[in-house]
């Protein structure tokens, strides 16, 4: 197994470094290697959110988070720079629903779609967060996850046809069926958590995070008991050390100081 950690969409947000304290974000995205295939953690923005940004992402949305809308930074495009085929892309693991998560979905319309059921659920009831014309090219979803064993007092979910080394985790708080997910990373030694939205920037596991990104994962959150004892839990990774966390939006890895 190799893991490829992808930028698949800048994040220009008006105020940078001075309001949010980093200069940009991105949409970070995982590709896992396996023997046989390729699997993808979330798709970040895709070529049909740059085509036709306002019916996709929301003229409202673009306008307060900035995409720089580069085809480059697609997933198809990343997967290519790679040396690497989108056609061999057989199964997408989404941490949850928002339109920065599954735009390029519509790029690999063949790959099985694996999600928490709660999140399935907030998709096929037009939940607040779900851009229809992102899912208009019919998605195939994967049969629902089956529960595994805990995973430090969590929730966690095997995903059919999937490893045993990869399967999601339940970090609540951010969206309906909002999930890490879990990765064994042989290579490093050591678990990967790809932690979604749960942390927006580093400074919130230790409680010293600028107003603004507070700010901002209070608006955006759907359980806010939930999302505070999610972030309490990663904060307690991050001072184990045990875990390799990964954050969608955080342009600095979240075990780097």
Known sequence: MRIHELNCGTLAVP??????????????????????????????IGLGDIESPGLRLGEDWVARVGPVLDPGETLVARVVSLGLDPRDVSDVVLTHHHRDHVGGLADLPWARVHATSACRSAVEAGDGGVVPA???????????????????????WALDGLPASVRLVALAGHSPGHAGVLVEDAFRGRELLHVGDAVHHRAQLTRTAPPAVEAFAASAQHDETARLRTQRLLAELADEGSVRLVSSHDPVPLDRP
């Open 134 to 156: 992102q899912w208009a090219h019919g998605v195939r979803w994967a049969p629902a996850p089956v529960p595994a064993a805990r995973w430090r007092g969590h929730a966690s």
């Open 15 to 44: 105020g940078g470094e001075a309001v949010f304290g980093s200069s940009h974000f991105v949409c970070r995205c995982l590709l896992i290697e396996l023997e046989d295939r390729l699997v993808a953690v979330d798709t970040g």
